[in-house]
Nanobody, 119 residues
Framework: QLQASGGGLVQPGGSLRLSCAAS????????MGWYRQAPGKQRELVAT???????NYADSVKGRFTISRDNAKNTVYLHMNSLKPEDTAVYYC???????????????WGQGTLVTVSS
């Protein structure tokens, strides 16, 4: 349902762009977001964006990361700049999807994409 891509190895100070596309039976998508989980740590919120393009960021990424979405493509992006070693984690996308009229809105997770920031 959600396919994430764009992770990789980048040097400190570098940039990456993550993408996550939703597919399948979709009537509407409300909030989309990115979370991350570093080794030995719990999954944490990175950023979210509503269908009205209202955004929310973790303090640790404010001013460096930008979340956006393309509603026509059912895709959410995470533009990451000024990357730091502590940004190293598996990044997961999430979307709240209603598959049809009368159906409940359910949360879906992507498969995760690894971002490694290292020199």
């Amino acid at each position: 349902q959600l396919q994430a891509s764009g992770g990789g190895l980048v040097q400190p100070g570098g940039s990456l762009r993550l993408s996550c596309a939703a597919s399948g039976s979709i009537l509407s998508i409300s909030t989309m977001g990115w979370y991350r989980q570093a080794p030995g740590k719990q999954r944490e919120l990175v950023a979210t964006v509503t269908s009205a393009a209202s955004t929310n960021y973790a303090d640790s990424v404010k001013g460096r990361f930008t979340i956006s979405r393309d509603n026509a493509k059912n895709t959410v992006y995470l533009h990451m700049n000024s990357l730091k070693p502590e940004d190293t984690a598996v990044y997961y996308c999430n979307a709240q999807i209603r598959s049809g009229w009368g159906e409940p809105r359910l949360g879906y997770w992507g498969q995760g994409t690894l971002v490694t920031v290292s020199s």
